[in-house]
């Protein structure tokens, strides 16, 4: 059974900075891609960014330089740091892992950027 657990969302202030996590199972995590995704209120998911299973990484432009994806093949684990936040930043945060056809979502974390 595949699982994506994300972990470490919660309320920052702006200009702060936060780091999500994301422990995956039931996958062969070396050979998948992974990904950020987010969801604010009202509005469609939107990717955040990628690392692939070369650790080649691709950003959104809104993100582009204010947050960081890793990946730790020996933890089966994919991180996204986040700094500089802004209010525009708070959103529900999913992983996602990508082999071939195949995909899996976790169930998402909450982030909150607000003052």
């Known amino acids: 059974q595949v699982q994506l657990v994300e972990s470490g969302g919660g309320l920052v202030r702006p200009g702060g900075s936060l780091r999500l996590s994301c422990a995956a199972s039931?996958?062969?995590?070396?050979?998948?891609?992974m990904a950020w995704y987010r969801q604010a209120p009202g509005k469609e998911r939107e990717w955040v960014a990628s690392?692939?299973?070369?650790?080649?990484?691709m950003y959104a432009g809104s993100v582009k330089g204010r947050f960081t994806i890793s990946r730790e093949n020996a933890k089966n684990t994919v991180y996204l740091q986040m700094n500089n936040v802004k209010a525009e930043d708070t959103a529900v945060y999913y992983c996602?892992?990508?082999?071939?056809?195949?995909?899996?979502w976790g169930q998402g974390t909450q982030v909150t950027v607000s003052s």
């Open positions: 690392i692939g299973t070369h650790s080649l990484t």
């Open positions: 039931g996958i062969i995590f070396s050979s998948n891609v």
């Open positions: 996602k892992a990508s082999e071939a056809a195949n995909y899996y």
